[in-house]
Structures are given as structure tokens and as C-alpha cells.
């Protein structure tokens, strides 16, 4: 399962918005990740699945990001979280979770 704590700008003592999140696996196979910033000239205007046929055009006017891919990106870029330059956060692929009010806003 993995676990991720998103805090934002309201709840931190700089205003900052902060991401944590740790990708477990109970295969015990790590897959390194990198850190990248996504600068929305460099960002493709299209999104091919790698294994899947999934396909989606993206907007023309991206936003700087940072996320967080399988540095490998042999199953597709996995960008497991990440903040974008309007200070929104996201976390993805959770499995599991033990909190009644986030399962009721799910």
C-alpha cells in the first residue's frame, strides 16, 4: 500500500504546500524514482499509454510542475505525486487507506 501526507499552504508554518509518500511493495521490488521539473514548453500536447491503448490529448497551455516517475519508465512515467506551479498537489495509485472521512470524500 502506499501512503502519502499532502499539506497545504493554510496548515504549514511558511505557507508552503508539502508532499510526502512512500511506494511500497510487498514483492520488495523498488523501482528508483526521479524528481523532475516539468517546464510547459517541454511538456507534450499528447498521452500514449504505454500498456495500455489509452490515449489523451493535453491542454495547450500546461502549468510547471514537479512529479514524481519511475526514473526507468519502462511500464509508462507512474508520476506516483507531484505540485504544479499554481500550488496544487496530488498523490495517486492509493490502495489502501484507514481514514472513514477520506474514504467518504472518495
Known amino acids: 500500500a502506499c501512503t502519502t501526507i499532502l499539506v497545504g499552504k493554510k496548515a504549514s508554518y511558511d505557507g508552503s ?4 509518500r512512500t511506494e511500497d511493495s510487498q514483492s520488495g521490488v523498488f523501482t528508483p524514482k526521479e524528481v523532475p521539473s ?3 514548453e517541454d511538456q507534450p500536447r499528447h ?24 526514473a526507468l519508465g519502462k511500464d509508462g512515467i507512474w508520476g506516483g505525486a507531484g505540485i ?7 498523490s495517486a495509485t492509493e490502495t ?3 481514514n472513514a472521512r477520506v474514504l467518504g470524500a472518495d
Open 38 to 40: 516539468n517546464n510547459p
Open 17 to 20: 504546500t508539502m508532499i510526502a
Open 96 to 98: 489502501i487507506t484507514t
Open 84 to 90: 504544479n506551479s499554481a500550488n496544487v498537489a496530488m
Open 47 to 70: 498521452y500514449q499509454s504505454v500498456l495500455t491503448k489509452f490515449s489523451i490529448d493535453l491542454p495547450d497551455s500546461p502549468l510547471r510542475y514537479t512529479s514524481v516517475p519511475d
